[in-house]
């Protein structure tokens, strides 16, 4: 169970992720920089605790479906950007293969 723990704490620090990297503009700016690179380096030890239980496939698929989700969501609340249909359907349809990952029988 505290796989899932690992996973879920490095699925906040890969949305962090994206959100400092978008702020860093190319790594012009320096603490964005500096925010991008700490909350990747914590989401990467996060993950590879989840990979001492979970298949690399399967714990890196939930990882990166989740936080694209995250990130996705977060953006329209946050930032201004469209949650189309058609966004809204891939995202139903992520969901649904993190929910068939998880139901493979991953931790």
């Known amino acids: 169970m505290e796989s899932w723990l690992y996973l879920g704490i490095a699925v906040i620090f890969e949305i ?19 925010a991008t690179l700490v ?3 914590i989401a990467t030890y996060f993950l590879s605790l989840a990979l001492l239980v979970f298949d690399v496939g399967i ?5 990166t479906s ?10 329209a609340m946050f930032f201004g950007e ?3 249909m ?7 349809l ?8 998880r139901l493979s ?3």
């Open 94 to 101: 992520v969901i649904g293969g993190v929910i068939g990952l």
């Open 16 to 34: 962090a992720v994206a959100i400092s990297a978008g702020n860093a503009k190319g790594f012009t700016h320096l603490w964005w920089t500096i």
């Open 66 to 75: 989740v936080a694209g989700v995250g990130i996705v969501i977060l953006g």
């Open 59 to 63: 714990g890196y698929s939930i990882w």
């Open 105 to 107: 029988g991953a931790a």
């Open 86 to 92: 058609k966004k809204t359907y891939g995202i139903i």
């Open 39 to 41: 909350s990747g380096a």
């Open 82 to 84: 469209r949650l189309t």
